[in-house]
């Protein structure tokens, strides 16, 4: 049982502790009892609180704060690994915990191609190490009319961006998802395959959009999207494309999953916008998860709280017509 000092983490995934060794660390820390277990760190106690977790590679990463983090707690690390939406491995919320396991997430590499001066192909651990990892702990709210708060690790996409140099044509950038019928055999026919999302070049630009690869100071889990992840936390869950593989810079608006599935639906920029209801039900309202099953439910805010930072990247736009 070897306890990991800082210099230990962003190790390659090939160092990553494997579970058996995970389990027994937790065989180990619950030998502590409870007052050991009050000198863990809030997230290790937190986890040791919840015997029935998903047993994975606990690979520590080291980051900094943010600014950009929200003061709210964060959602339990039970309700965000298996509350999901990742349709590749089933439509039930409880699917994508139980059936992603067969995603193989090393080795990965991305691919950034298009309108860009350095196109190139980068492999996941490299990636992960362009710019500091941050904790930002942001909003997250499904266009389903949910909302958790998730304490993400990562850093601005920009850092990508930057990296890759987008050329003048480049106007938008289009994110493509891992599709793969023997890693994701629930997958089924339900979406157009692989799941697709955009941004225009001055939302992937914006500092509050990040490049995720963990989640409560470790890696993320397979359902989150691993091995990296988008989240735009101003937008409505379904832009924040998981299992990144290719980010594209392109000229034209790219078609994207969910609006050519049902472009009255879902639109391409899909702010969080309390006031445009979807056709099927309103956005006044959203159901915190973790609340309880009776609380009442919150009133959601434009943007999702973040027009401050992101209202002056619409304005003049009509956005009920670009919703
Ligand atoms: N590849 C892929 N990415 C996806 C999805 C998906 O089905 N497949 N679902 C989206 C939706 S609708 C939401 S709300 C978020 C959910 O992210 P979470 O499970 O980490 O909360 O992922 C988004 N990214
Ligand atoms: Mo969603």
Known sequence: MVIKKPSDVNLPYSEVTPKSGYLDRRKFITGLGLAGAA????????KMAQPDEVAHASTKL?????????????????????????????????EPAEYAGTLKTRPWTVAIEG??????????????????LEERIYR?????????????????LSALIN??????????????????????????NVLDWPYSEGLRMDEAMHPLTILVFGLYGEL???????????????????????SIVKVRFVEQQPPTTWNAMASNEYGFYSNVNPEVDHPRWSQATERVIGAGLFSARKPTQMFNGYGKLVAGMYSGMDLRKYY
């Not at 997250?140 to 601005?156: A, K, L, Q, T």
């Open 220 to 242: 993320l889990p397979n359902q989150n999207g691993a091995p990296v992840r988008i989240h735009v936390p101003w937008k409505y869950g379904f832009k924040s494309a998981k």
């Open 115 to 132: 309108e860009v001066k350095k196109p190139q192909s980068i492999d996941v651990d490299s990636l992960m190490k362009l710019a500091p």
């Open 39 to 46: 000198a863990l760190s809030g997230y290790e106690a937190f």
């Open 62 to 94: 080291t980051f900094g704060k943010s600014a950009y983090s929200d003061t709210q707690a964060p959602t339990s690390f039970k309700d965000i690994t298996h509350y999901n939406n990742y349709y590749e491995f089933g439509t039930d919320k409880d």
């Open 140 to 156: 997250h709210r499904c266009v389903e009319g949910w909302s958790m708060v998730i304490p993400w690790i990562g850093f601005p």
């Open 163 to 188: 990296r890759a140099q987008p050329t003048s044509k480049a106007k938008y950038v289009q994110f493509i998802t891992l599709f793969d019928r023997q890693q994701m055999p629930h997958a089924g």
